[in-house]
C-alpha cells in the first residue's frame, strides 16, 4: 500500500488549495483518513481526521477554514484549505489507518509523503 500527496503549493494569504492523497495498492478498507503538518525543526501536528464512521475531528487552528473528506470509490483524500495564512506555511502529510487483507488487522502506519504548502503574499 502507497500513499501520494499531492496538491501543494505556493498561495497568497487569503487563497485556497486542495490536498490530495491517493491510496493505491492492496486495500480492503481505509478506517481513518488523516492530515498532519511539520513546520521547519518542530515535530509533526494533527490538522484533520475522518473515520469511515464519518467521524471528523479538526485542530482548533484549522476550524471554519479546512474541510477533510475521503471518497472511498477512489480511496483519495483531500483536504480543502480555505483562507488561507501565512502560519499555515508547513509540510503537509496524509495518513491512514488500512486494513490491507480481509483478515489482516487495521494498520494506521501509512503516511504519503510530504507536500510543501506555502502562504505568502
Known amino acids: 500500500v502507497q500513499l501520494q500527496a499531492s496538491g501543494g503549493g505556493l498561495v497568497q494569504p487569503g487563497g485556497s488549495l486542495r490536498l490530495s492523497c491517493a491510496a493505491s495498492?492492496?486495500?480492503?478498507?481505509?478506517?481513518?483518513m488523516g492530515w498532519y503538518r511539520q513546520y521547519p525543526g518542530k515535530q509533526r501536528e494533527f490538522v484533520a481526521r475522518?473515520?469511515?464512521?464519518?467521524?471528523?475531528n479538526y485542530a482548533d487552528s484549522v476550524k471554519g477554514r479546512f474541510t477533510i473528506s475521503v471518497d472511498n470509490a477512489k480511496s483519495t483524500g483531500y483536504l480543502q484549505m480555505n483562507s488561507l495564512k501565512p502560519e499555515d506555511t508547513a509540510v503537509y502529510f496524509c495518513n491512514a489507518w488500512i486494513r490491507a487483507t480481509m483478515t489482516g488487522p487495521v494498520s494506521p502506519d501509512y503516511w504519503g509523503q510530504g507536500t510543501q504548502v506555502t502562504v505568502s503574499s
Open positions: 475522518i473515520t469511515n464512521a464519518g467521524s471528523i
Open positions: 495498492g492492496s486495500i480492503v478498507s481505509i478506517n481513518v
